[in-house]
């Protein structure tokens, strides 16, 4: 058993605690947590403030070995080309390079990672890591439909069945999944459960949908494929999308670098499931540009945090995410932000019985985090540090 006080303690399911304590016994639970200290307990005391590990819902664990192999700054289409073309890589490297992003991770206080694979690559470090992995295995078929989503579902269900639980077969995209093929996602899917979707990270995918223009006519023909079929809906992106979703899992929209508080009404209208995950980093890293927080707050929508990949992003650290929000969108306060990088989080892969919070009876980990400014606030030099 060992009890920890720091200046702050952010439980993030109650108000933050000045010169707090939390206690854990030998297995990593939380057995106590408070303000005054219990008579004659011996404390491990810290400058700076204590919480929960941290949640990272979206990631591309498998692409570990692609860091730096992308331009910054072409936007999205180029971007998804360059992936494309990169992926073959010598199996080894492929491999080495996921332990060492897994153990960055953890080092990095990250408990739990909601993971899009397209492969099995990441099943055996998934099943000896001691972080949570929530497998998104993940589909598309560029809008062909027929027999490709077929043949695309098949190589799904062979990586489904490779990665350890908990899984979900999800779509990759609204521009990339065909009808039938979200019809085989759906019916595929246990009830219950979390369910992922890019969503609204480029002003191309709206002109998509609404109007049938825009760079995604030339990525297509750049592939190959045939859109002759696709007729545009007069619908942005996440209205189109919705109706081929199930309200009755969670649906984590991920991104959602332009999407409107009128999108967000939509979808939390259409479930109270709706989770939204940003990824700070990689929307700089490819478009250059961050969503409006303010809309989020504004809406009161449930946000949580993701690192993307290495492919788009210079690490895979939840922290420098919450830094680089400041950064750039001040007013979003630091309990706000720790809020959304664990309970969050947790909740959106339901997770939150076990983590997520500093919570009497939760295995959470514990996370030290110093280096804030005067007034609470990141610096670039803020660092976590894992306690559990």
């Not at 011996?42 to 403030?49: L, P």
């Not at 998104?136 to 489904?160: H, I, N, P």
């Not at 700070?280 to 993701?306: C, H, K, S, V, W």
Request: glycine share 8%.
């Amino acid at each position: 058993m060992t009890t920890y006080t720091a200046d702050l303690i952010f439980p993030a399911d109650q108000a933050p605690i000045p010169n707090g304590y939390v206690t854990f016994d030998d297995d990593g639970m939380v057995i106590d947590i408070g303000q005054v200290l219990p008579k004659g307990v011996e404390v491990e005391t810290h400058k700076g403030a204590l919480v929960a590990g941290f949640i990272n819902t979206h990631c591309h664990l498998e692409l570990s070995h692609m860091i730096g192999r992308v331009d910054t700054g072409t936007g999205l289409l180029p971007f998804l080309k360059g992936v494309v073309s990169l992926r073959q890589v010598d199996p080894a490297d492929i491999a080495k390079a996921i332990e060492n992003a897994d153990a960055y991770m953890w080092e990095a206080g990250i408990q739990a990672v909601g993971d899009i694979s397209n492969t099995a690559d990441t099943a055996k470090v998934k099943s000896s890591s001691p972080i949570t992995y929530f497998t998104f295995v993940e589909a598309f078929d560029f809008l062909q439909g027929g027999a490709m989503a077929k043949e695309v579902f098949a190589k799904a269900e062979a990586t489904y069945n490779a990665q350890p639980e908990p899984k979900r077969y999800v779509p990759h995209a609204p521009y990339t999944v065909s009808p039938e093929l979200y019809s085989m996602i759906r019916e595929a899917n246990p009830s219950g459960g979390t369910v992922s979707i890019h969503n609204q990270e480029t002003p191309a995918e709206n002109e998509f949908f609404e109007s049938k223009s825009g760079g995604f006519i030339d990525f297509y023909s750049d592939f190959g494929f045939n859109i002759e079929h696709f007729k545009a809906s007069a619908k942005t992106s996440l209205a189109t999308t919705l109706p081929h979703l199930n309200p009755d899992h969670r649906v984590l929209f991920v991104h959602n670098t332009l999407t409107t508080g009128e999108d967000m009404q939509l979808a939390q209208n259409w479930s109270d499931k709706v989770y939204w995950a940003t990824c700070p980093n990689a929307n700089l890293y490819i478009e250059n540009r961050l969503p409006r927080y303010a809309d989020f707050i504004e809406q009161g929508a449930r946000m949580t945090i993701g690192t993307d990949s290495l492919t788009s992003n210079w690490q895979l650290s939840v922290l420098e995410e919450m830094k680089t929000i400041q950064r750039l969108q001040r007013y979003v306060d630091t309990a706000t932000l720790i809020r959304w990088a664990t309970l969050n989080g947790a909740e959106a892969l339901g997770l939150e019985k076990s983590l997520g919070s500093l919570t009497v009876g939760k295995r959470p980990g514990l996370v030290l985090l110093e280096g804030f400014d005067a007034e609470g606030r990141f610096t670039p030099e803020s660092k976590a540090t894992r306690l559990v």
